[in-house]
């Protein structure tokens, strides 16, 4: 909960918060029979709540088929698509937060606007969606992408990855710039198109260098330093980023967040309930759901404190251990965040892939 948080009307204090579902099964998970979708916090990181939704149980099948009931522990709760799990589990947390004193009033989700629309409709209390940022540059990508494959453009440069790579990039430093400046944020995406083709009339001296130098300027990202031209290209390119600009979309990306905690969270859990096996069928599913939400909120160390709390001495060896594993955890997230590590990682990425397009190119058609 935030610091100075207050309450409003009905005794409520609103929390921000990211929210997103992640299904057992690799690909897009649009026929899954579990699913499990949690809301964290954003000022503290942790899982506030979660729930899972389970389509088929292996007791019940086997009961039905042999017209023998059963006694068990049944998880199945949910019997339509595997689709609606997303907007269902939603509603479910928000709706139960003020029973807890709290109120979800602004949340972090990416581009899917069915389970925004199932919240509005259902929730008791008025809710604001901020958008994904990283799942923003992600659409961004795919669209620049199709934009190659799918039109031609004449007497035009070729808008190849390299020249994708630079876009998607022009507009992170867009929106990172302009944290909390809507207003401020859809006029510098506006400029990203023309600075790419040389007209840097509209371009602020602050991040562009052709006006801190222009006798020497050159890009450094785009092929052989040249502007990019061509009006057919240009104009498409225009109405794409012009859509990010819009007053609507530019006030939900300016406050810069991102649910990548929730992705993180997706792979804890993926790493107890694993993909390629399949345990809905019984309570298992459900144990290694709230065994990767312990993990994430305490670290390693929750198995001894769940031995300890079931009256069971976890001995020096458990314990030396999980303490490795969080002190690793812990260097990994400091070494993470570095600004050379970062440099360093995509430096990399743009190495393999300059490495695979010389590959492909000496190859030829290979698949």
Same mark, same amino acid.
């Given at each position: 909960? +935030?610091?100075?948080? +207050?309450?409003?009307?009905?005794?409520?204090?609103?929390?921000?918060?990211?929210?997103?579902?992640?299904?057992? #099964?690799? *690909?897009? !998970?649009?026929?899954?029979?579990?699913?499990?979708?949690?809301?964290? =916090?954003?000022?503290?990181? #942790?899982?506030?709540?979660?729930?899972?939704?389970?389509?088929?149980? /292996?007791?019940?099948?086997?009961?039905?088929?042999?017209?023998?009931?059963?006694?068990?522990?049944?998880? /199945?709760?949910?019997? =339509?698509?595997?689709?609606?799990?997303?907007?269902?589990?939603?509603?479910?947390?928000?709706?139960?937060?003020? !029973?807890?004193?709290?109120?979800?009033?602004?949340?972090? =989700?990416?581009?899917?606007?069915?389970?925004?629309?199932?919240? @509005?409709? &259902?929730?008791?209390? *008025?809710?604001?969606?901020?958008?994904?940022?990283?799942?923003?540059?992600?659409?961004?990508?795919?669209?620049?992408?199709?934009?190659?494959?799918?039109?031609?453009?004449?007497?035009?440069?070729?808008?190849?990855?390299?020249?994708?790579?630079?876009?998607?990039?022009?507009?992170?430093?867009?929106?990172?710039?302009?944290?909390?400046?809507?207003?401020?944020?859809?006029? !510098?995406?506006?400029?990203?198109?023309?600075?790419?083709?040389?007209?840097?009339? @509209?371009?602020?001296?602050?991040?562009?260098?052709?006006?801190?130098?222009?006798?020497?300027?050159?890009?450094?990202? $785009?092929?052989?330093?040249?502007?990019?031209? *061509?009006?057919?290209?240009?104009?498409? $390119?225009?109405?794409?980023?012009?859509?990010?600009?819009?007053?609507?979309?530019?006030?939900?990306?300016?406050?810069?967040?991102?649910?990548?905690?929730?992705?993180?969270? &997706?792979?804890?859990?993926?790493?107890?309930?694993?993909?390629?096996?399949?345990?809905?069928?019984? +309570?298992?599913?459900?144990?290694?759901?709230?065994?990767?939400?312990?993990?994430?909120?305490? =670290?390693?160390?929750?198995?001894? #404190?769940?031995?300890?709390?079931?009256?069971?001495?976890?001995?020096?060896?458990?314990?030396?251990?999980?303490?490795?594993?969080?002190?690793?955890?812990?260097?990994?997230?400091?070494?993470?965040?570095? #600004?050379?590590?970062?440099?360093?990682?995509?430096?990399? /990425?743009? &190495?393999?892939?300059?490495?695979?397009? /010389?590959?492909?190119?000496?190859?030829? $058609?290979?698949?």
């Amino acid at each position: 909960m +935030e610091a100075g948080a +207050e309450c409003d009307s009905e005794n409520l204090v609103g929390v921000m918060c990211s929210y997103d579902m992640g299904w057992q #099964k690799r *690909g897009k !998970a649009h026929n899954s029979s579990t699913g499990h979708g949690a809301v964290l =916090g954003v000022a503290t990181g #942790k899982v506030l709540d979660f729930a899972t939704r389970n389509k088929t149980c /292996r007791t019940c099948t086997a009961s039905k088929r042999q017209n023998k009931p059963t006694p068990h522990d049944c998880r /199945r709760n949910h019997c =339509g698509s595997s689709k609606i799990m997303e907007s269902d589990v939603a509603c479910e947390h928000f709706k139960r937060a003020p !029973a807890r004193g709290i109120k979800y009033d602004k949340y972090i =989700g990416d581009d899917d606007s069915t389970t925004f629309s199932h919240l @509005k409709t &259902n929730v008791p209390y *008025g809710l604001e969606k901020i958008s994904d940022f990283i799942h923003t540059k992600r659409s961004l990508n795919t669209r620049l992408y199709n934009l190659s494959q799918r039109q031609k453009f004449p007497n035009s440069s070729v808008l190849s990855q390299k020249v994708v790579n630079y876009l998607v990039k022009c507009f992170a430093y867009c929106v990172h710039q302009h944290k909390n400046q809507p207003e401020e944020l859809a006029k !510098a995406i506006q400029c990203i198109v023309p600075h790419a083709f040389g007209d840097h009339n @509209k371009c602020d001296i602050l991040w562009c260098r052709y006006k801190q130098n222009p006798t020497e300027y050159t890009h450094h990202e $785009l092929p052989y330093g040249k502007d990019l031209h *061509g009006s057919c290209l240009q104009q498409a $390119l225009q109405d794409l980023f012009s859509e990010y600009a819009s007053p609507t979309v530019a006030s939900k990306l300016a406050p810069c967040l991102d649910s990548q905690r929730n992705e993180s969270l &997706n792979g804890t859990i993926g790493s107890k309930n694993l993909k390629i096996r399949h345990y809905g069928g019984s +309570e298992s599913s459900d144990f290694r759901t709230a065994c990767g939400v312990a993990q994430h909120n305490e =670290g390693h160390n929750f198995v001894c #404190k769940t031995l300890i709390k079931t009256g069971i001495n976890p001995g020096p060896h458990c314990t030396s251990y999980q303490q490795k594993q969080d002190q690793k955890v812990s260097a990994d997230k400091q070494r993470k965040a570095t #600004k050379k590590f970062k440099i360093r990682r995509r430096q990399l /990425r743009l &190495n393999r892939i300059q490495s695979t397009v /010389r590959n492909e190119n000496r190859e030829g $058609l290979s698949y």
